[in-house]
């Protein structure tokens, strides 16, 4: 079994930083892709950004030079810095591991989602 347990959502004014966590816990053998998706109420959940295992990023266009995703390998823990935040950054952040665990098996792990709402 894995977990995936996320934090540091809340509620900031416009022009403000957060710094979301995802810590992946249980029988983990490796982790290749991290990533964060976004769900806004009446929309698709979307990619926001997403970190290989060599450490090559992808992101979504709207937090392009904004956004920052990173990883800690020893703590299985991907990270998302958040720079000026805008009202349409509002939405519940889900991290998403893919990996391997010890038996050998590939998963496509979520975490439970963190509420992100930026508003003056």
């Known amino acids: 079994q894995v977990h995936l347990v996320e934090s540091g959502g809340g509620l900031v004014q416009p022009g403000a930083s957060l710094r979301l966590s995802c810590a992946a816990s249980?029988?983990?053998?490796?982790?290749?892709?991290m990533g964060w998706y976004r769900q806004a109420p009446g929309h698709k959940r979307e990619l926001v950004a997403i970190?290989?295992?060599?450490?090559?990023?992808n992101y979504a266009d709207s937090v392009k030079g904004r956004f920052i995703i990173s990883r800690d390998n020893a703590k299985n823990t991907v990270y998302l810095q958040m720079n000026s935040l805008k009202p349409e950054d509002t939405a519940v952040y889900y991290c998403n591991m893919y990996l391997r665990i010890v038996s050998g098996t590939t998963t496509n792990s979520w975490g439970q989602g963190t509420q992100v709402t930026v508003a003056s």
């Open positions: 249980g029988t983990i053998s490796s982790i290749f892709a």
């Open positions: 970190i290989d295992s060599g450490g090559s990023t």
